[in-house]
């Protein structure tokens, strides 16, 4: 089965630690893409890579970080110099500019 | 700053009932549109996309949707909505030729009451 995983599903964390999101994907596609969804924001761009060890911030990048060493995985790192972690975080993939394909999603509460 | 608005937050409508969802978006480039739907508990999934010729387009489960690029809209339309409709959904643009950034909307919530 093609797809996208992403895991844990869920995610609690104490104030002031970092956590990593997992993501995985095996549509042999170049570009892939973190989002994250608050209710009545829509989805936030926070990072996104074309290509393998190259990635670029998008709208929200601050307090987050990511490194994309294979094809296949995107890992996630949400720092703790990021104040508002508490979200659903999406990942997906997408072969250059067209239809993106996402996971499952991972909800990460602080507390 | 570029963006994209859905002008609906929450939509309620009754099954058999016509659907139209307004998404604009602000660049005067080339663009590629898009529509992506939620259903509750799911993955989110393109519903349909434009990227050029024919401006009207035609996604899954009856949906359609019509580029006006005079009115820099994608509105998203349905004639006869079902309950299984319910769901959120998501215009996104990408801005060709502007680090190819892709840009959502902040989503519309559609309930269909049985």
């Known amino acids: 089965d093609g797809g996208i995983t992403q895991s844990p599903k869920y995610l609690f964390r104490k104030e002031g630690q970092n956590v990593t999101l997992s993501c995985e994907q095996n549509?042999?596609?170049?570009?892939m893409y973190w989002y994250r969804q608050d209710p009545g924001q829509g989805l936030r761009l926070i990072y996104y890579?074309?290509?393998?060890?190259?990635?670029q911030k998008g709208d929200i990048a601050e307090g987050y970080s990511v490194s994309r060493e294979k094809k296949e995985s995107f890992p996630l790192t949400v720092t703790s110099a990021q104040k508002n972690p508490t979200a659903f975080y999406l990942c997906?993939?997408?072969?250059?500019?067209?239809?993106?394909?996402f996971g499952p999603g991972t909800r990460l509460t602080v507390l | 700053a570029q963006s994209v608005s859905q002008h609906n937050h929450h939509v309620i409508l009754s099954e058999a009932a016509s659907l139209e969802l307004g998404c604009n978006y602000s660049y005067g480039g080339t663009v590629n549109l898009f529509w992506y739907v939620q259903y509750p508990g799911q993955h989110l999934q393109l519903l349909l996309k434009y990227f050029s010729g024919d401006p009207l387009v035609k996604g899954i489960k009856g949906f359609e949707a019509e580029f006006i690029k005079s009115k820099f809209s994608f509105n998203l339309r349905k004639p006869s909505v079902q309950w299984s409709d319910t769901a959120e959904y998501f215009c996104?643009?990408?801005?060709?030729?502007?680090?190819?950034?892709?840009?959502f909307g902040k989503g519309t919530r559609l309930h269909i009451l049985p």
């Open positions: 549509l042999n596609h170049d570009a």
């Open positions: 997906a993939s997408s072969t250059d500019l067209a239809t993106q394909y």
């Open positions: 890579s074309q290509i393998v060890n190259d990635f």
């Open positions: 996104a643009v990408i801005l060709m030729n502007r680090d190819d950034k892709i840009i």
